[in-house]
């Protein structure tokens, strides 16, 4: 079983729209959760960061940890074309010093 | 901008050869990792250094190396390229040593071995 399973898309929305994306994973030690975005060609740059269960919001972004069944979600509401991006789930924790545990990522294209 | 520098971007080479990629880290930050980015693997880590001295080590080829000189930027070294070592590799930054601290991608460079 993989460590961390994430949905793999890809999603395509209209702009306006409301996208849920979600990773699960099996390693209890995981402490700290994480979203990063990967535009094109481009470094994954930080979205949101958390490390208690529950939903955390920056914005038009809501990060939500589940940690009784392993579950963490990004909600997106009012999706904008400058969305389109992947979108990769981090877990950080246990023994491993110095090491994040990254999903697939989730392709999502948001068009007009 | 993350502020993470990273050459060359492009870099094409032949099966068996060696190749060395730089970083060079966001100002102030002390810890380097390098992680590799392909289609079928997703972002996998092969290892940090945090001022100078080796600290984790994830899924690296003994073909491979790495190093923090003094002013902080760090080389990767590969050697005995195969076809599977083409990627993306990844250099990113942070200030403090620990898995919280959020990390500064820079841009890649995108190795093609042929």
């Known amino acids: 079983q993989k460590e961390v399973e994430q949905d793999p898309g890809p999603l395509s929305v209209p702009e306006g729209a409301i996208v849920s994306l979600n990773c699960t994973y099996s390693?209890?030690?995981?402490?700290?959760f994480m979203w990063y975005r990967q535009y094109s060609r481009k470094g994954p740059e930080l979205l949101m960061y958390?490390?208690?269960?529950g939903n955390k919001e920056d914005g038009r972004f809501t990060a939500q940890v589940d940690k009784s069944s392993k579950y963490i979600s990004l909600f997106i509401r009012d999706s904008q074309s400058s969305d389109s991006a992947t979108y990769l789930c981090?877990?950080?924790?246990?023994?491993?010093?110095?090491?994040?545990?990254f999903g697939q990522g989730t392709i999502l294209t948001v068009h007009p | 901008d993350s502020g993470v520098t990273q050459t060359p971007k492009h870099l094409i080479t032949a099966t068996g050869q060696r190749v060395t990629l730089r970083c060079s880290p966001r100002?102030?930050?002390?810890?380097v990792y390098w992680y590799q980015q392909s289609l079928d693997q997703g972002l996998q880590f092969l290892i940090q250094?945090?001022?100078?001295?080796?600290?984790a080590k994830g899924n690296i080829l003994e073909r491979f190396s790495a190093q923090q000189f003094p002013d902080l930027h760090s080389e990767l070294n590969l050697s005995s390229l195969e076809l599977g070592d083409s990627a993306l590799y990844f250099c990113?930054?942070?200030?403090?040593?620990?898995?919280?601290?959020?990390?500064?991608f820079g841009n890649g460079t995108r190795l093609t071995v042929t």
């Open positions: 958390t490390y208690s269960s």
């Open positions: 981090v877990f950080a924790g246990g023994t491993s010093y110095g090491k994040l545990t």
């Open positions: 990113a930054s942070t200030t403090g040593s620990s898995y919280n601290s959020p990390l500064h």
């Open positions: 100002s102030g930050d002390l810890s």
């Open positions: 390693n209890s030690a995981f402490q700290y």
């Open positions: 250094y945090y001022n100078g001295e080796e600290r």
